[in-house]
């Protein structure tokens, strides 16, 4: 049975996909067996996916599934034994879509970028989480830090910020691993690439495999 992990937050341009994309592309090069579904009605990561195919490079496959059939799809797909971890790419905004891809999955990874605004957004994930837990309390949320500025004051209190927002929250890890604002990030998406494949021996493909080390020991603890 497969293990179904949503890549969501209702704060668009807070790198959904790009985490998503670099996700899947990590755990199977990490010997896991990795399927994506693509829910974004702007369809990004399927579009990074056809520039992939068309230079040979393959490893894991994308769909996208129809919103009337999102909740019977994700559990037929779960039932797979050809599956280790299917990864879902939630659009921007808590919807419909996104609500039926949470509640259907094991775990929620969210990326959350350190803006004045994205906080305050965050506090809004924050009651998300909440009214979520209502009816799926065993439900497992991860927030990182993406796109982080060295330099800029709010991202080095970032981590702080984040702990202090869901101290309260059972089954929320705030994970250690900022993934940074690079050059390499902004560009690999155009190349059909993973950054592992564009720019494997950057800091941000180190940090990226730091993240998704940190993600799969969150799944083990939850599947004891």
């Known amino acids: 049975m497969a293990t179904i992990v949503s890549v969501a937050n209702q704060k668009g341009g807070c790198g959904k996909t ?11 090069d990490a010997g896991y ?25 393959n490893g894991f496959n994308v769909q996208n599934v129809s919103v009337g059939l999102l ?18 790419d939630c659009p921007g905004n808590i919807q419909d879509i996104t609500q039926n891809v949470v509640a259907a999955s094991d775990a929620v990874l969210c990326p959350v970028r350190a803006t004045g605004a994205d ?16 009816s799926y309390p065993k439900l497992r949320f ?5 796109a982080k500025h060295a330099a800029r004051r709010t991202d080095k209190k970032a981590y702080d ?11 929320t890890s705030v994970l250690t691993t900022a993934i940074p604002d690079s050059a390499s990030i902004a560009e690999f998406f155009a190349t ?21 080390k940190e993600v799969v020991e969150c799944l083990r603890t939850d599947s004891k």
Not at 18 to 28: F, K, R
Not at 196 to 212: C, N, T, V, W
């Open 18 to 28: 790009t985490t998503a994309i670099n996700l899947a592309a990590g755990m199977h």
């Open 33 to 57: 067996r990795v399927k994506v579904i693509d829910t974004d009605p702007q369809a990004s990561l399927s579009k990074w996916f056809r520039r992939r195919t068309a230079i040979s490079l």
């Open 71 to 88: 909740r019977e799809e994700l559990e037929d797909i779960r039932a797979s034994t050809d599956l280790d971890v299917v990864i879902v």
């Open 119 to 134: 906080i305050d957004a965050t506090v809004d994930l924050s009651k998300f989480i909440t009214q979520i837990r209502k």
């Open 142 to 146: 991860m927030i990182f830090h993406n």
């Open 161 to 171: 910020a984040f702990v202090r927002i869901f101290k309260d929250h059972k089954n």
């Open 192 to 212: 059909g690439m993973s950054i592992f494949e564009y720019d494997g021996k950057s800091a941000s493909a180190r940090l990226y495999k730091k993240l998704i």
